[in-house]
């Protein structure tokens, strides 16, 4: 077996409003039945996951908080990847108007259009953070701190190397860590600037993209793709994912 994980994205990914359809749930339980193993890669905090996706069960490793925070489904442990912002920073967003703003176990979360006004506050009090957009989100974590880097600490864990496994994604802060896979692809509902740089665009949108890339997966193994692998997409071409 050539590939033996699959990293995969929550929100516009396996979810379409928060949510995972049954035909997605089963297509993941394939995964695991076939002897692979599946990483959840998200930019949501564990509590709010676990809120909305009650299936946290199928993955042996998720990655959340766009990747400070892993977690350990079996045992319930987390490990925290990176230092959380001090209080005095979330202090000064609140007194600059921003808001609302969630603060998890190390990411500080708010939303657009305070994007400028975080960055100033990260400028004006000297600290190493840096900002990820994701769709309106936007996200502060510690400098070099991202998707593949908690990816790379799951993969690590369980004695695998990223050229074992898989990753499928939609939106701009999901490029770190699709990179990081051997094989990237992208749902048909993916941001374009996404669809460009995976392997494989699927011809269907969020659950049912990955479940057509789990076929393909468990089919051969995705040895129609090696030509293309090490050779990002130069545009979009959803016809590739028959």
Partial sequence: MRYLALACDYDGTLARDGHVDRETVEALRRVRDSGRTLILVTGRELDDLRMVCPYLDLFERVVAENGALLYRPSTREEVVLGERP???FVTALRAR??????V???IVATWQPHET???RVIRDLGLGLHVISNKGAVMVLPSGVNKATGLSAALAE??????????IGDAE??????GLCEASAAVANA???LKERVNLVTRRDHGAGVAELIERLIADDLRSLEPRLGRPRSRPRPQEGH
Avoid: K, Q, Y
């Fill in 191 to 193: 941001l374009p600037m």
């Fill in 97 to 102: 108007g921003v808001g609302p703003i969630s």
């Fill in 158 to 167: 369980l004695g695998l190397s990223p050229h074992d496994a898989v990753g």
């Fill in 104 to 106: 998890g176990r190390v």
């Fill in 86 to 88: 001090p209080e005095r």
């Fill in 117 to 119: 006004t975080v960055v």
């Fill in 173 to 178: 802060n999901d490029h770190a860590f699709l």
